[in-house]
C-alpha cells in the first residue's frame, strides 16, 4: 500500500490539530453550563469532553511523530498506533462507565431546575461541528486508510450521536423542568450516553487490534 503524499500527511495534520484546538475549550464551556443546571446528562456530557481532549493529543501526537518522515521502524510505528487506538478505546470507554455512575447517582438525588439553555446551545454547535469532522475523517479513510485517522472517524461518530442524545434530553428538561417524567427522560439520555459510549470503545479497541496492512 502507497505511504500518504504530503498533501495528504499536511491535511490531516491540519485537521487533527483543529480538532485538538476546538476540542481544547470544550470541557471548560460545558463546565459552565454543568454549573448553570442540574442535568445529569449535561455533567456526563462534561466528563466525557475531559477524557476524550487527553485521547485527541495522543493521536495528535502519534500522527505527526510516525509521519513526519523520522527513521521510525514499523514495529514501532505499529506499537505507536495502538497506543492511539487504546488511548481512544479507553478514553471513550472510561466515559461510558462515568457517565452511568453519574446518572445512578443523580437519579437517587434528583432536583429538577436549573438552566439547561447554555448546555443545549453548547450541544447544538458541538453537533455541528463534531459531524463536519466525522464526515471529513470518513472521507480521508476512504481515500486512504490510516489506523489513527480511522480511529477520529470511529471517535467523532460517537461524539456526534452522543450530541444528538444531549440534545434531546435537555430539550425534554427545557420543556417541562418540574415534570416527574424529566427526572427519567434525563436519566435515559445519560444510559444511552454512556452505553453508546463503551460500545464505541469496544467498536475502537478491534480496529486496534484488527491486522491492516501499516501505511
Do not use: C
Not at 48 to 62: D, K
Not at 176 to 191: F, K
Amino acid at each position: 500500500m502507497n505511504k500518504l503524499s504530503k498533501a495528504q500527511i499536511a491535511s490531516r495534520q491540519k485537521t487533527l490539530l483543529a480538532a485538538l484546538l476546538l476540542s481544547m475549550w470544550a470541557p471548560i464551556v460545558t463546565g459552565i453550563a454543568v454549573l448553570l443546571s442540574r442535568s445529569a446528562t449535561q455533567l456526563a456530557d462534561f466528563i466525557r469532553r475531559r477524557v476524550e481532549f487527553i485521547a485527541l493529543l495522543i493521536s495528535w501526537q502519534v500522527f505527526r511523530y510516525i509521519e513526519a518522515g523520522q527513521d521510525v521502524s514499523q514495529e514501532k510505528k505499529a506499537r505507536l498506533r495502538k497506543a492511539a487506538g487504546f488511548s481512544v478505546a479507553v478514553a471513550l470507554s472510561i466515559s461510558g462507565i462515568s457517565i452511568f455512575g453519574v446518572t445512578i447517582i443523580r437519579i437517587i438525588d434528583f432536583q429538577p431546575g436549573g438552566n439547561v439553555y447554555p448546555g443545549l446551545a453548547i450541544a447544538v454547535l458541538a453537533i455541528i461541528v463534531n459531524s463536519w469532522f466525522w464526515i471529513r475523517y470518513s472521507r480521508m479513510t476512504r481515500e486512504h486508510y490510516n489506523k489513527v485517522i480511522d480511529f477520529q472517524r470511529l471517535m467523532y461518530r460517537a461524539k456526534t450521536i452522543v450530541d444528538l442524545s444531549v440534545i434531546i434530553a435537555l430539550s425534554f428538561i427545557a420543556i417541562g423542568p418540574g415534570l416527574e417524567a424529566t427526572r427519567y427522560i434525563d436519566a435515559l439520555g445519560s444510559v444511552v450516553v454512556s452505553f453508546y459510549l463503551v460500545w464505541s470503545g469496544i467498536t475502537t479497541l478491534r480496529t486496534t487490534l484488527k491486522k491492516i496492512p501499516a501505511i
